[in-house]
């Protein structure tokens, strides 16, 4: 089955830039999303289509993808932005979806 | 203001069903495709189905083929999950969740989010 791979753990200090990766084979076919889940809260979308923010995302996030990998950048990171970060794509078919397994932002 | 109100978790037998409920409001419910979401306790997020508007489209993560089945109901505003011949592995909170529209049309991805419903299945 298709997979999604993230890092387990990203720590910054608040104000540094923290970016966090997605690798899959059909990334380069598929959009990458970005959703952000706060402990004991449901996820938030972040990150759609690659590299659009829905409204009311604040700016310093950012989305890109190239090849086989997608990022989430956070410029200037605040402690509010810590929080698990999980990216969800689709396999080359477009008909089963996947999770990475998320990845645990530090910020302090 | 968009809602999703997931319903029916709660604490079932290995073996047993249960079927869960979504309903919607604050958005033209047969416009979107809806996705049901998993995660187990201290776990990460699982896609588990989804389903398009008409309801004529159905995929499934592969763990529950043949035993889970998502379904919707315009007239009510509601998504369902019919979840049969459980496990232990399929204890987790689910999410109901609602695809976006945009310009270039409307996607399966989830957008809107609800606070999701717990299911523990345990003897």
């Known amino acids: 089955s298709y997979e999604l791979t993230q890092p387990p753990s990203v720590s910054v200090s608040p104000g540094q830039t923290a970016r966090i990766t997605c690798s899959g084979d059909a990334l380069p076919k598929k959009y990458a999303y970005w959703y952000q889940q706060k402990s004991g809260q449901a996820p938030v979308l972040v990150i759609y289509?690659?590299?659009k923010r829905p409204s009311g995302i604040p700016e310093r996030f950012s989305g890109s993808s190239s090849g086989t990998m997608a990022t989430l950048t956070i410029s200037g990171a605040q402690v509010e932005d810590e929080a698990d970060y999980y990216c969800y794509s689709a396999d080359s078919s477009g008909n089963q979806m996947v999770f990475g397994g998320g990845t645990k932002l530090t910020v302090l | 203001e968009v809602q999703l109100v997931e319903s029916g978790g709660g604490l079932v037998q290995p073996g047993g069903s249960l079927r869960l409920s979504c309903v919607a409001s604050g958005f033209t419910f047969s416009d979107h495709w809806m996705t049901w979401v998993r995660q187990a306790p201290e776990k990460g997020l699982e896609w588990v189905a989804n389903?398009?508007?008409?309801?004529?489209?159905?995929y499934y993560v592969d763990s529950v083929k043949g035993r889970f089945t998502i379904s919707r109901d315009s007239a009510k505003n509601s998504l369902y999950l019919q979840m049969d011949s459980l496990r232990a592995e399929d204890t987790a909170i689910y999410y109901c969740?609602?695809?976006?529209?945009?310009?270039?049309?409307?996607?399966?991805?989830?957008?809107?989010w609800g606070q999701g419903t717990l299911l523990t299945v345990s003897s």
């Open positions: 389903i398009n508007q008409d309801g004529s489209e159905k």
């Open positions: 969740a609602r695809g976006y529209c945009s310009g270039g049309g409307c996607s399966r991805s989830p957008e809107h």
């Open positions: 289509e690659d590299s």
